[in-house]
């Protein structure tokens, strides 16, 4: 047998087992659905025949310990049910309460507070003592006569 046909045999095999996964997979996820649908229905059976059986036993045609213990507990269950039901109903009637305004801050205090006496500043502009010219404050010596400042 030569390598094409070989490799077309591959091919054709390999074809085959996809479409083989495929059916499969089609196949088994139809029976899970039936599978899940009986289920379904034996469930809702199996409620159906417990809500009649808690009937009968509350009018007192069926004599059961058993029974009798799964209708307090069912009893139980709707009382907490209903406990519930109202808490959610005042949870959800609940409404927004704006927290209350911070307080103002206190008024001022009239009472003057000493700072202490203004500190010393330099004079920006000095004047010659000798011609009277007015320089910056940071001058030594005075720019029209020379004359040495301080
Ligand atoms: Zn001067």
């Not at 479409?19 to 649908?37: D, G, H, I, P, Y």
């Not at 039901?85 to 000493?114: F, G, H, M, N, R």
């Not at 202490?116 to 005075?142: H, L, R």
Request: charged letters at 20%; a neutral charge.
């Amino acid at each position: 047998m030569g390598l094409l046909d070989q490799i077309s045999r591959t091919i054709a095999q390999s074809v085959d087992r996809a479409r083989f996964e495929a059916e499969k997979f089609q196949r088994t996820t139809r029976l899970q659905s039936e599978v899940n649908e009986l289920r379904r229905q034996v469930d809702s059976k199996l409620n159906e025949l417990g809500q009649r059986a808690y009937e009968l036993l509350r009018a007192g045609q069926i004599q059961s310990a058993t029974l009798a213990e799964l209708s307090a507990a069912v009893d139980q269950l709707r009382s907490a049910l209903v406990m519930k039901e109202e808490e959610l109903k005042q949870a959800q009637a609940e409404v927004y309460v704006e927290p209350p305004a911070p307080a103002p801050p206190p008024p001022s205090q009239s009472v003057p507070i000493d700072y202490g006496p203004p500190p010393a500043s330099t004079p920006t502009v000095k004047q010659c003592g000798v011609c009277g010219f007015q320089m910056p404050g940071t001058a030594m010596f005075c720019p029209n006569c020379g004359t040495r400042v301080t």
